[in-house]
């Protein structure tokens, strides 16, 4: 792909608000091409789509096994 090719098509991927965004550009000298090359680009942002939204902020401490509400955090 190059940067002269008539044809482009920006995808992009968001997670929750928007702040999280992967974006894919293809080029291509046809439409036909144009086509193949999204398609292609599509899968594969299908695939990566799921292991994405697998991901959570880590900023906070998780609850233990056994607790059962925040209530009990620092109760001893």
Do not use: N
Not at 8 to 23: A, C, E, M, P
Not at 39 to 54: F, P
Request: with cysteine; proline share 5%; charged share 35%.
């Amino acid at each position: 792909m190059t940067d002269g090719d008539p044809y482009s098509y920006t995808v992009k991927l968001k997670r929750g608000d928007g702040h999280d965004v992967q974006k894919c550009k293809v080029t291509a000298p046809d439409i036909e091409t144009l086509e193949q090359r999204v398609d292609a680009i599509r899968d594969r942002l299908e695939g990566w789509a799921a292991e994405y939204r697998e991901i959570q902020p880590t900023d906070h401490r998780p609850l233990a096994d056994d607790q059962g509400t925040l209530g009990e955090v620092g109760e001893s």
